[in-house]
């Protein structure tokens, strides 16, 4: 092997910058479970793998002692600008990745977050609006049906509004968030907002720019909230299970565990476990009851009793029930409804993927009153959920 020279020095650090960026890419959250249902962009992430591991073989052999030292000193060229050009791509992409979850929020994008510190009307019930995957700038999504359902709950006197993600078609895209923004404050007067993580608000390395706007006072994406008698849990779920981890699973164990029986428990996240769905005919990915979730989210609520699950993901309405816990499935704030399902949930009770709208939820001591809404406010669907 020969002594490698300055130029191959460079080779090195240019293959290590490129591979270092990749491997930052690969732990972003979310990224790699975007990548697992959406092979597209799979075959895209793999296809750079290749290429830099392409570079490196080029380099291994650029350094070799072959018999013809022309060929190697093609090899040394071809390694050098394959991983120059290469190298400015990744760092391009870096910089394009990081650079908005680094600008400070502009003056007059200050929300109403829902805490431990909010006042509840002590009077009745305390009232809650869910809602899920409005989907700011996409251009599928229903404008009219959004902007209709926000102004509804605004005007309806809620304690809560809980909307469980996808805010933004695309995370990174900073202006989808202050579109959002601008919308709650005009229209919900005031009423307390909790914002959950979605998938496509992760996107791509999308956490940085949500957490600027949305749960800036909660260290994690997982967290709890206490309200009297009543406590609201949120997961972090964003796909599937992959981001409810050893540290997050052994949080929510704490968390339930903490909880007295006599009070009512509501469990948030953006993914579903049980849901009627569809086989997506581009991915062949099974949008319904997700297994990863089920086995090991679901099982760990309904061991403690949990009231409810609310979830979004899915654009459909839903009410489902496992053992003693109801799962509710509310991803029709204006993102395009979900119009094939080709399966539906054994756990189903009942189910509508034809309307927009909300659920409305009055938390009574023993007892949830559940009012599956559409976006005029015209009830849909009711039922009540005992005490477990």
Same mark, same amino acid.
């Given at each position: 092997m020969k002594k490698i020279k300055p130029a191959q020095i460079v080779n090195v650090v240019l293959i290590v910058v490129s591979t270092m960026v990749l491997l930052w890419m690969l732990n972003l959250m979310g990224f790699s479970a975007f990548c697992r249902?959406?092979?597209?962009?799979?075959?895209?992430?793999?296809?750079l793998w290749l290429f830099d591991l392409l570079i490196l073989i080029l380099f291994i052999l650029s350094i070799l002692k072959l018999k013809k030292e022309k060929i190697t000193k093609i090899f040394k060229l071809v390694s050098l600008i394959l991983s120059s050009i290469f190298t400015l791509i990744m760092l391009g992409s870096f910089i394009f990745l990081v650079s908005p979850g680094l600008s400070k929020v502009e003056s007059g994008y200050t929300l109403n977050e829902l805490g431990n510190n909010t006042l509840i009307n002590s009077e009745g019930p305390i009232s809650?609006? =869910?809602? *899920?995957?409005?989907?700011?700038? /996409?251009?599928?999504?229903?404008?009219?049906?959004?902007?209709?359902i926000i102004k509804n709950i605004g005007s309806s006197n809620y304690d809560a509004f809980l909307c469980l993600g996808d805010i933004s078609e695309m995370g990174s895209t900073e202006a989808n968030y202050k579109t959002a923004v601008k919308a709650f404050q005009e229209n919900l007067n005031e009423t307390p907002l909790h914002v959950v993580l979605g998938n496509h608000d992760a996107l791509i390395n999308g956490t940085g720019v949500f957490k600027k706007y949305f749960?800036?006072?909660?260290?994690?994406?997982?967290?709890?909230i206490d309200l009297e008698g009543l406590h609201i849990i949120t997961l972090n779920l964003l796909w599937d299970a992959e981001e409810f981890d050893k540290t997050q699973k052994q949080w929510l164990i704490e968390q339930l565990e903490d909880?007295?029986?006599?009070?009512?428990?509501? =469990?948030? *996240?953006?993914?579903?476990?049980? /849901?009627?769905?569809?086989?997506?005919?581009?991915?062949?990915k099974n949008w319904?009851?997700?297994p990863d979730v089920i086995e090991e989210v679901d099982s760990l609520i309904e061991k403690y009793n949990v009231e409810l699950m609310i979830s979004g993901h899915n654009h459909l309405m839903e009410l489902l029930k496992h053992e003693n816990t109801h799962y509710a499935v509310i991803?029709?704030?204006?993102?395009?409804?979900?119009?094939?399902?080709?399966?539906?949930?054994?756990?189903?009770?009942?189910?509508?993927?034809?309307?927009?709208?909300?659920?409305?939820?009055?938390?009574?001591q023993n007892y949830l009153e559940l009012t599956y809404k559409d976006q005029s406010g015209k009830d849909i669907y009711k039922a009540t959920l005992d005490n477990n």
């Open positions: 249902w959406v092979p597209f962009y799979n075959s895209i992430f793999v296809g809650l609006a =869910v809602a *899920s995957d409005p989907h700011w700038g /996409s251009e599928r999504s229903n404008k009219e049906a959004r902007q209709q749960q800036k006072d909660k260290e994690n994406f997982y967290n709890r909880i007295s029986q006599d009070d009512i428990t509501i =469990v948030l *996240s953006h993914c579903f476990g049980y /849901s009627s769905g569809y086989l997506d005919q581009d991915t062949g319904f009851d997700n991803g029709t704030m204006g993102g395009i409804l979900d119009s094939v399902s080709n399966y539906t949930s054994p756990q189903s009770i009942w189910m509508n993927n034809q309307t927009y709208g909300w659920l409305d939820i009055q938390v009574y």
